[in-house]
């Protein structure tokens, strides 16, 4: 049985976040997992479909953090409450930004200082708090969302989501090096493009062309993200540190 029973999940509420957490409660009843696990879900302003996760869930409790990764002095209160709270065993980071393509001359400076707030500088934050706390309890697991864009060259005409997604690989890197020795393991995980929410800013038609010039033929799912994560959790990922996990479907190599 897996050892984690006490999850801190960032970005609890996107598509992603609530397929891992039904795939937390489906491996608890079939015995791959304890069969209690608590939950400190994320989410900025929405949380009816984690409250009706968790009454549906028969192995999950949650304790809800809500907060605006946007406002950094959101975040501060965010982690002054995690100071207070039992120490994770799991952390997962999955907040992002809207994808969109668009020219260097286009690109809205606030927007990228506005990714960056959500997807790095909150990371740093609240990494801060909870990486010293798992290295104290001397075991802990992370795992960070971030892109194919990351490997390889980048697709065109998204400066702003690559430069982001960049940074946050770097902060993921410099992270697992620095508890590398402390029984903490900090990876992140790049999936293909995904049909979530964060492409309602993309034409339709460059998501199908996406899936038509992929190597299998389709997008990512958020259920096969879901399932990679829970693999970064495990026992199996015990020996990787720093890795960027590739979920592209053999689109990068």
Do not use: W
């Amino acid at each position: 049985m897996e050892r984690i029973n006490r999850y801190l999940i960032m970005g609890a509420s996107s598509e992603v976040g609530l397929s891992f957490l039904r795939l937390l409660d489906k491996r608890a009843e079939n015995g791959q997992l304890p069969e209690k696990i608590e939950v400190a879900v994320h989410y900025c302003s929405n949380d009816q479909e984690l409250k009706a996760l968790e009454a549906e869930a028969k192995h999950l409790s949650f304790s809800y953090l809500p907060c605006d990764l946007c406002d950094e002095n959101q975040v501060e209160e965010l982690v002054k409450k995690l100071s207070g709270m039992e120490t994770p065993q799991g952390f997962l980071y999955l907040p992002a930004g809207r994808m969109k393509y668009e020219k260097l001359k286009k690109m809205d400076i606030a927007r990228l200082d506005q990714d960056y707030q959500i997807q790095v500088r909150a990371l740093a934050m609240i990494a801060k708090e909870v990486l010293p706390a798992m290295a104290k309890a001397k075991f802990g697991k992370v795992a960070v969302m971030l892109s194919e864009c990351t490997l390889g060259m980048p697709p065109r005409f998204m400066a702003e989501y690559v430069t982001v997604k960049y940074a946050a690989l770097g902060l993921m890197k410099a992270l697992s090096l620095e508890y590398a020795d402390k029984n903490v393991n900090v990876n992140g995980l790049s999936p293909a493009m995904m049909e979530t929410k964060f492409l309602s800013d993309i034409d339709e038609r460059f998501v199908v062309l996406n899936a038509q010039e992929s190597v299998k033929k389709r997008n990512a799912t958020v259920e096969e993200a879901a399932e990679a994560l829970a693999f970064l959790m495990s026992k199996g990922s015990d020996y990787m540190n720093g890795v960027n996990l590739n979920l592209s479907g053999g689109n990068r190599g």
